[in-house]
Protein backbone atom coordinates (compact mmCIF):
# COMPACT_ATOMS: atom_id res chain seq x y z
CA UNK A 1 0.00 0.00 0.00
CA UNK A 2 3.18 2.50 0.17
CA UNK A 3 4.15 1.88 -3.15
CA UNK A 4 0.60 3.82 -4.13
CA UNK A 5 0.39 6.64 -1.21
CA UNK A 6 3.86 7.15 -3.38
CA UNK A 7 1.89 6.71 -6.91
CA UNK A 8 -0.37 9.66 -5.14
CA UNK A 9 2.33 11.73 -3.88
CA UNK A 10 4.20 11.62 -7.78
CA UNK A 11 0.77 12.45 -9.76
CA UNK A 12 0.15 15.05 -7.37
CA UNK A 13 3.60 16.59 -7.51
CA UNK A 14 2.93 16.82 -11.69
CA UNK A 15 -0.30 18.27 -11.54
CA UNK A 16 -2.16 14.94 -12.25
CA UNK A 17 -4.72 15.74 -9.61
CA UNK A 18 -7.49 13.41 -11.21
CA UNK A 19 -4.97 10.60 -11.60
CA UNK A 20 -4.25 10.58 -7.80
CA UNK A 21 -7.94 11.35 -7.10
CA UNK A 22 -9.34 7.84 -8.94
CA UNK A 23 -6.28 5.47 -7.48
CA UNK A 24 -7.56 7.16 -3.92
CA UNK A 25 -11.36 6.37 -4.92
CA UNK A 26 -9.39 2.75 -5.76
CA UNK A 27 -8.23 2.75 -2.25
CA UNK A 28 -11.46 3.79 -0.88
CA UNK A 29 -13.35 1.04 -2.81
CA UNK A 30 -10.84 -1.40 -1.15
CA UNK A 31 -10.91 -0.62 2.24
CA UNK A 32 -13.83 1.23 3.13
CA UNK A 33 -13.43 1.37 6.61
CA UNK A 34 -10.40 3.54 6.80
CA UNK A 35 -11.86 6.58 7.21
CA UNK A 36 -8.12 8.71 6.75
CA UNK A 37 -8.35 7.60 3.09
CA UNK A 38 -11.56 9.99 2.35
CA UNK A 39 -9.85 12.76 4.69
CA UNK A 40 -6.66 12.13 2.24
CA UNK A 41 -8.82 12.83 -0.82
CA UNK A 42 -11.09 15.39 0.86
CA UNK A 43 -7.60 17.19 1.38
CA UNK A 44 -7.07 17.00 -2.41
CA UNK A 45 -10.09 18.42 -3.48
CA UNK A 46 -10.13 20.85 -0.86
CA UNK A 47 -6.89 22.28 -2.02
CA UNK A 48 -7.86 22.07 -5.65
CA UNK A 49 -10.78 24.24 -4.83
CA UNK A 50 -13.44 21.54 -5.02
CA UNK A 51 -14.72 22.48 -1.48
CA UNK A 52 -18.69 20.79 -1.85
CA UNK A 53 -16.57 17.64 -3.15
CA UNK A 54 -14.09 17.95 -0.22
CA UNK A 55 -17.04 18.06 2.40
CA UNK A 56 -18.45 14.67 0.76
CA UNK A 57 -14.95 12.81 2.12
CA UNK A 58 -14.95 14.95 5.13
CA UNK A 59 -18.52 13.87 6.67
CA UNK A 60 -17.40 10.98 8.06
CA UNK A 61 -14.37 12.70 9.85
CA UNK A 62 -14.09 14.52 13.12
CA UNK A 63 -14.27 18.18 12.19
CA UNK A 64 -10.36 19.25 12.80
CA UNK A 65 -10.47 22.78 11.96
CA UNK A 66 -12.54 25.89 10.07
CA UNK A 67 -12.01 24.51 6.50
CA UNK A 68 -13.57 21.17 7.34
CA UNK A 69 -16.36 22.78 9.04
CA UNK A 70 -16.96 25.29 5.91
CA UNK A 71 -16.54 21.88 3.84
CA UNK A 72 -18.81 20.18 5.04
CA UNK A 73 -21.65 22.57 5.29
CA UNK A 74 -21.30 23.52 1.93
CA UNK A 75 -21.33 19.59 0.99
CA UNK A 76 -24.52 19.48 3.19
CA UNK A 77 -26.29 22.61 1.97
CA UNK A 78 -25.73 21.15 -1.89
CA UNK A 79 -27.99 18.66 -1.19
CA UNK A 80 -30.51 20.16 1.27
CA UNK A 81 -29.22 18.06 3.93
CA UNK A 82 -31.02 15.42 2.53
CA UNK A 83 -29.67 12.53 4.73
CA UNK A 84 -31.19 9.71 1.54
CA UNK A 85 -29.26 11.85 -0.54
CA UNK A 86 -25.96 11.95 0.95
CA UNK A 87 -25.84 8.50 1.82
CA UNK A 88 -26.50 7.79 -1.55
CA UNK A 89 -23.75 10.25 -2.37
CA UNK A 90 -21.48 9.14 -0.20
CA UNK A 91 -21.83 4.85 -0.86
CA UNK A 92 -20.26 3.72 2.52
CA UNK A 93 -19.88 0.37 1.82
CA UNK A 94 -17.38 -0.55 4.81
CA UNK A 95 -18.89 -1.92 8.33
CA UNK A 96 -20.18 0.33 10.41
CA UNK A 97 -18.95 -1.01 13.69
CA UNK A 98 -15.28 -0.61 13.07
CA UNK A 99 -15.54 3.28 12.48
CA UNK A 100 -15.16 5.44 15.41
CA UNK A 101 -18.25 6.60 17.40
CA UNK A 102 -18.39 10.28 15.68
CA UNK A 103 -18.52 8.66 12.18
CA UNK A 104 -21.36 5.99 13.50
CA UNK A 105 -23.50 9.01 14.65
CA UNK A 106 -23.27 10.68 11.67
CA UNK A 107 -24.26 7.79 9.72
CA UNK A 108 -27.14 6.99 11.95
CA UNK A 109 -28.53 10.54 11.98
CA UNK A 110 -28.16 10.66 7.93
CA UNK A 111 -29.96 6.87 7.96
CA UNK A 112 -32.77 8.30 10.32
CA UNK A 113 -33.03 11.62 8.67
CA UNK A 114 -33.85 9.65 5.69
CA UNK A 115 -35.87 6.73 6.59
CA UNK A 116 -37.89 10.10 8.32
CA UNK A 117 -38.26 11.41 4.60
CA UNK A 118 -38.72 8.28 2.45
CA UNK A 119 -39.19 5.29 4.13
CA UNK A 120 -36.17 4.10 2.75
CA UNK A 121 -32.33 3.38 3.86
CA UNK A 122 -29.95 2.90 0.89
CA UNK A 123 -27.62 0.45 1.78
CA UNK A 124 -24.57 -0.47 -0.25
CA UNK A 125 -22.80 -4.15 -0.31
CA UNK A 126 -18.90 -4.25 -0.49
CA UNK A 127 -17.30 -3.84 -4.03
CA UNK A 128 -15.81 -6.43 -5.94
CA UNK A 129 -15.38 -10.12 -4.63
CA UNK A 130 -12.59 -11.87 -2.41
CA UNK A 131 -9.20 -13.41 -4.27
CA UNK A 132 -9.72 -16.82 -5.16
CA UNK A 133 -13.52 -17.01 -4.54
CA UNK A 134 -14.80 -17.40 -7.72
CA UNK A 135 -15.33 -20.47 -9.51
CA UNK A 136 -14.83 -21.18 -13.53
CA UNK A 137 -17.72 -20.84 -16.04
CA UNK A 138 -18.56 -24.49 -17.08
CA UNK A 139 -20.28 -24.53 -20.62
CA UNK A 140 -23.27 -26.65 -21.36
CA UNK A 141 -23.54 -28.89 -23.81
CA UNK A 142 -26.39 -27.14 -25.54
CA UNK A 143 -24.62 -23.58 -25.52
CA UNK A 144 -21.80 -25.76 -27.43
CA UNK A 145 -24.04 -27.53 -29.74
CA UNK A 146 -25.20 -24.23 -30.30
CA UNK A 147 -22.11 -22.07 -30.87
CA UNK A 148 -20.96 -24.57 -33.55
CA UNK A 149 -24.91 -24.31 -35.47
CA UNK A 150 -24.06 -20.71 -35.85
CA UNK A 151 -21.02 -20.50 -36.91
CA UNK A 152 -21.91 -23.56 -39.43
CA UNK A 153 -25.08 -21.30 -40.16
CA UNK A 154 -22.57 -18.24 -41.09
CA UNK A 155 -20.61 -20.36 -43.16
CA UNK A 156 -23.35 -21.90 -44.91
CA UNK A 157 -25.55 -19.11 -45.67
CA UNK A 158 -23.18 -17.65 -48.67
CA UNK A 159 -22.72 -21.04 -50.10
CA UNK A 160 -26.14 -21.75 -50.19
CA UNK A 161 -26.85 -17.96 -51.33
CA UNK A 162 -24.44 -18.62 -54.46
CA UNK A 163 -26.05 -22.06 -55.06
CA UNK A 164 -29.21 -20.53 -55.22
CA UNK A 165 -27.98 -17.49 -57.64
CA UNK A 166 -26.11 -20.38 -59.89
CA UNK A 167 -29.41 -22.00 -60.40
CA UNK A 168 -31.29 -18.82 -61.20
CA UNK A 169 -28.51 -17.78 -64.22
CA UNK A 170 -29.10 -21.38 -65.54
CA UNK A 171 -33.47 -21.01 -65.50
CA UNK A 172 -32.57 -17.27 -67.29
CA UNK A 173 -30.43 -19.16 -69.81
CA UNK A 174 -32.93 -21.50 -70.50
CA UNK A 175 -35.57 -19.00 -70.93
CA UNK A 176 -33.42 -16.83 -73.08
CA UNK A 177 -31.56 -19.31 -75.29
Known amino acids: MGNIFYRIEEDLKAGRKKKACNRMRNLINEFPDDISLREKLGQIYYDSGFKDEAGKFWILSE ?23 I ?17 RDILN ?17 RKGREKGNYTESKDSF ?29 ILFEIIF
Do not use: W
Open 63 to 85: IQNFEMKEAIDIYRNSLSNSGNA
Open 87 to 103: LKDIVYRGDKNQLSQYS
Open 109 to 125: ELESDSFRKTKHIPDFK
Open 142 to 170: LSTVGFYLFIGGIILLPVLGFVKLCEIIK
